[in-house]
């Protein structure tokens, strides 16, 4: 298979899509002369033209509210926000209308939108560019959260995400853009709410998603030098949740760590280690473990940005923590 970067994943998804359905269509900051911040749009408006290739103003609540009325009005586009940081300010049109029309309209209205925005820290851009804040959404109703870490999902997750019906927020991390992997020629389809075991094993189940998947998987090459073999559970979808194969995988170990790069406090690894605990708790040898980043904005200087997030070596902690 050919092997492709995490940034030409999305590029052949749009491309293959916009190709596919006419109705499909990008707007979003530089994503057409520019080709994208991270290049991810590189070649869409030379192959499609300006008027599917919208370049905007930086004004992201009146992109979103554009690509609402656009998605409501028989359109499919792909709304770019740059980073998920820039979300903050079109919060109102994401949670409030986005997420809530659906219902408010009483299924009348489809909302097949798709909201692509990169996230995540690693690359000393500052307290108000490094954040994963997966978590404001999920816990909004009426939103689909996706976030690939490999090639190959991304393509398969992003063009199932054009297709839905439902609004969907596709998260991309900045450090996995020029990460490579094998991507199949042709259709590459991945159903929503069905997680992939990264890594089978026995002793203790990760939970991970995004570039804190290959945290996990680095973390799992450590411990079986110890003797202890970790079993990864790339999430992929956090709306919808993969609930079962998390359920089967920890009831099999009996014990569990959830890495996440968000922050701590009532983050996503929260959620999930609390459904843990609920569903089986008299099944556990020892208490779900969380690994997060720390509860601080992320700090610019490279040093202390390292310490403030998550890595493989904390995971390792975790993990002894519960099986030595």
């Not at 979003?28 to 905007?56: C, H, P, S, Y």
């Not at 992320?298 to 890595?311: G, R, S, V």
């Amino acid at each position: 298979m050919p092997e492709i970067r995490y940034y030409e994943a999305v590029s052949q998804a749009l491309a293959e899509e916009m190709t596919r359905d006419p109705r499909v269509f990008v707007l979003g900051e530089d994503v057409g002369l520019v080709g994208g911040t991270f290049r991810a749009t590189e070649g869409l408006m030379a192959e499609f033209g300006a008027r599917r290739v919208r370049d905007t103003p930086i004004a992201e609540a009146g992109i979103i509210g554009v690509a609402m009325g656009a998605a409501m009005t028989g359109l499919r586009p792909v709304a770019e926000l740059m980073t998920l940081n820039f979300g903050i300010v079109a919060m109102d049109q994401i949670i409030n209308h986005v997420s809530k029309a659906r219902y408010m309209f009483g299924g009348q209205a489809q909302l097949p939108l798709v909201i692509r925005a990169a996230a995540g820290g690693g690359t000393q851009k500052g307290a108000q560019h490094s954040h994963s804040i997966e978590s404001w959404f999920v816990n909004a109703p009426g939103i689909r959260v996706v976030m690939p870490s490999t090639p190959y999902d991304l393509k398969g997750l992003l063009k199932t995400a054009i297709r839905s019906e439902d609004p969907v927020l596709f998260i991309e991390h900045e450090m996995l853009y020029n990460s490579k992997g094998e991507v199949p020629d042709g259709e590459v389809l991945l159903p929503f709410g069905v997680a992939d075991v990264k890594r089978a094993g026995r002793d203790v189940t990760i939970v991970a998603w995004s570039k804190m998947v290959h945290e996990a998987l680095r973390a799992a090459e450590l411990l079986a030098h110890e003797g202890i073999e970790a079993e990864v559970i790339d999430l992929r979808t956090l709306d919808p949740l993969d609930r079962d194969t998390i359920l089967r995988s920890v009831l099999r170990t009996r014990r569990a760590v959830v890495a996440e790069e968000g922050w701590r406090t009532v983050g996503v690894g929260a959620e999930i280690a609390s459904q843990i605990h609920e569903a089986l708790f008299y099944e556990l040898e020892a208490p779900v473990q969380r690994v997060a980043a720390a509860d601080v904005p992320t700090p610019y200087a490279a040093n202390l940005e390292k310490l403030a997030l998550p890595d493989a070596q904390r995971i390792v902690e975790a993990v002894l923590k519960i099986t030595l």
